[in-house]
């Protein structure tokens, strides 16, 4: 069954260290979406890419985090340097192009920022 | 205003009961509508997707949509202890990006 493979699962990482996450979609699937997720909180789009272009990043705290697909497949979301603030699960989706699409979601990485 | 509205619960039901989630959206324009299920510490998983007024039956689950009211249910029928999760309403805007928002979820308890 395809699956969206995000990687790593868990990662801890002291404040004001790099941090960076893998997301590689469902094969097929234009649009992936990076989330982020506050525990008691639903998803918060961080940014949408369709192929390689950013359709939305208009949640995107720009002056630490960045992502990018450059190639219009896997995708790499960063954090530059990390807050506590940041603790979340990070979440990613894909799916096909179009308003009657549905979005099929990774296993997610759970940040935790000491 | 978010664009997708949830009551956040905690929703408690019996085993064997409906359970009945609600949730509203403010873009008259959205045209499509998921429901996801997410268990603690899980991703959030697909259980239906609905894009016509009417309901969408699918096993225990009907999903409904009014759109003249713009709002958006979810029927769990039969409910199981297994069926205890956080539910997930979420609808993609009717702009060119079609973004995919999410309420804040619903709690669901369902009680031996």
């Known amino acids: 069954e395809a699956e969206v493979a995000q990687s790593p699962r868990y990662k801890i990482t002291e404040k004001s260290q790099a941090v960076a996450f893998w997301c590689d979609p469902i094969?097929?699937?234009?649009?992936l979406y990076w989330y982020r997720q506050i525990l008691g909180q639903g998803p918060e789009l961080l940014v949408q890419f369709q192929d390689e272009s950013v359709v939305d990043d208009s949640q995107l705290p720009k002056d630490r985090f960045s992502a990018e697909r450059l190639k219009g497949v896997d995708s790499t979301l960063k954090i530059q340097p990390a807050e506590l603030g940041d603790s979340a699960m990070y979440l990613c989706?894909?799916?096909?192009?179009?308003?009657?699409?549905?979005?099929?979601f990774g296993q997610g990485t759970r940040l935790t920022v000491v | 205003q978010k664009e997708v509205e949830q009551n956040s619960g905690p929703l408690s039901v019996p085993e064997g009961a409906i359970a009945s989630l609600n949730c509203t959206y403010s873009d008259r324009g959205s045209q499509s509508f998921f429901w996801y299920r997410q268990y603690s510490g899980k991703s959030p998983e697909l259980i239906m997707s609905?894009?016509?007024?009417g309901d969408k039956e699918d096993g225990r689950f009907t999903a409904q949509l009014n759109k003249a009211s713009q709002y958006v249910s979810l029927l769990i029928r039969d409910s199981q202890p297994s069926d205890s999760a956080t539910y997930l309403c979420?609808?993609?805007?009717?702009?060119?990006?079609?973004?995919?928002?999410f309420g804040t979820g619903t709690s669901l308890t369902v009680i031996p």
């Open positions: 609905i894009y016509s007024n």
């Open positions: 989706a894909s799916s096909l192009t179009g308003t009657f699409t549905e979005a099929f």
């Open positions: 979420a609808g993609r805007l009717s702009n060119t990006g079609n973004q995919f928002y």
């Open positions: 094969s097929g699937h234009a649009t």
